[in-house]
């Protein structure tokens, strides 16, 4: 049995598609398999990926689009694997990146999710922005989510069973799936870990988010921290508004005080 499922959602990332399976099978570390569910996509996704799949690949095709979400549970149900390691399609995984992961949470038993510093990277794979230092250790990675989520999910590995117990993603915050379930995990006493190393490339591009997915998004993580904040932090929970930027933040504040 693998060490490793690199659970891999595919929808249309087809000009992307190669150059992240070429940066999995550059991993140091190749003792995983790669869980590739294909959510209906309308490119030539389907047909780039079984040409590039070797013996690791198992390709699951959905009858039906289901989204993010639903993919990823799809992929913790399937997994053989004990560990379970996010990619995005369209990503690419730097060659260190499962054996540094692997290395930790072995050496760290009692960390529950990894994740790792990360590059954004434009279409044409030139860097955009420096790497951000997210904090390391789950305390101080614990109180930094009051301001904003410093797990970013194309880079974590997590035990799949632990996250199993939770019932997986839930499908009903299918723009922010994984901030719920990192709060569903602080509430039942998960800890967390980041990597000070950048071990993936995140790629930025127009229509990645459209502007109306993007207020939704945005609506779903103050949902999140409606719900769950005063359960995690208590009376230091934050009055969290979110926004691309400090501008965007006030002026979403602003309109949802006048709505009220």
Not at 52 to 59: M, N, Q, S, T, W
Not at 81 to 101: G, H, K, N, T
Not at 125 to 136: E, N, S, V, Y
């Amino acid at each position: 049995m693998p060490a490793v499922t690199i659970g891999l959602p595919v929808y249309n990332a087809e000009p992307y598609l190669k150059q992240c399976i070429d940066s999995i099978k550059q991993q140091t570390f190749d003792d995983f398999e790669v869980l590739a569910i294909l959510d209906c996509p309308t490119d030539n996704s389907e047909v780039l990926l079984r040409e590039l799949a070797d013996e690791r690949f198992r390709i699951i095709k959905n009858e039906k689009k289901l989204g993010l979400a639903a993919c990823c549970n799809n992929i913790l149900e399937l997994s053989n694997c004990s560990l379970i390691a996010r990619m995005d399609a369209d990503d690419i995984m730097l060659p260190l990146r499962i054996e540094r992961q692997l290395e930790f949470l072995t050496e760290h038993p009692y960390i529950d999710i990894l994740g790792t510093y990360f590059e954004e990277i434009d279409p044409n794979g030139k860097q955009t922005a420096k790497p951000f230092p997210m904090p390391l250790k789950h305390e101080d990675i614990l109180d930094a989510f009051r301001r904003m989520s410093v797990m970013h999910h194309p880079t974590v590995m997590y035990r799949r069973d632990r996250i199993r117990s939770l019932g997986g993603y839930d499908t009903t915050y299918p723009l922010a799936q994984d901030l719920d379930l990192w709060f569903r995990c602080f509430l039942n006493n998960f800890r967390f870990a980041n990597l000070p190393e950048v071990l993936l490339h995140y790629r930025v591009y127009p229509g990645r988010l459209t502007s109306r997915k993007l207020e939704i998004q945005l609506q779903m993580v103050d949902r999140a921290y409606a719900i769950y904040g005063k359960q995690i932090w208590g009376e230091q929970a934050p009055d969290f508004v979110s926004g691309i930027n400090p501008w965007h933040r006030l002026w979403r504040r602003i309109k949802r005080k006048l709505s009220n």
